[in-house]
């Protein structure tokens, strides 16, 4: 069978990168229910409000990710299906720091079945 039959039969629904920093794990409300949530007591980069514990930040731009991780962070690269964005993505919008690059808000995290790497993460021995 050719690759062509191959994607014929199974398309390759590509999916948009999507980066989040946190300067460090917070054990037991990092990953809940098999999603990505925000830290707790997190607030809002601009108001200051406090933020739901399931909302989680992300951004097409890895540098925001590194600003938000710090030097001993961590830092999640997904792989989001476009049509899961449309669904689910609470807000979309752009940072004029980083022109042309988007922030997305989930309200109820990211499944961690998204994960496609995790920067920064030590085992414990």
């Known amino acids: 069978i050719s690759n062509e039959d191959l994607l014929a039969l199974f398309p390759v629904i590509a999916g948009i990168k999507l980066f989040r920093g946190i300067p460090k794990w917070f054990k037991g409300t990092t990953i809940v229910n098999d999603k990505v949530v925000g830290a707790p007591g997190a607030k809002h980069y601009w108001t200051g409000n406090k933020l739901p514990k399931e909302n989680v930040h992300t951004s097409t731009s890895e540098k925001i990710a590194d600003n938000f991780a710090g030097k001993k962070g961590i830092k999640f690269k997904f792989d989001v299906p476009e049509e899961y964005i449309k669904k689910y993505a609470e807000s979309e919008h752009t940072w004029g720091v980083y022109p042309g ?23 414990k021995k």
């Open 101 to 123: 690059e988007k922030i997305y808000a989930f309200k109820k995290g990211l499944p961690t079945k998204f994960i496609e790497k995790i920067y920064g993460l030590k085992s």
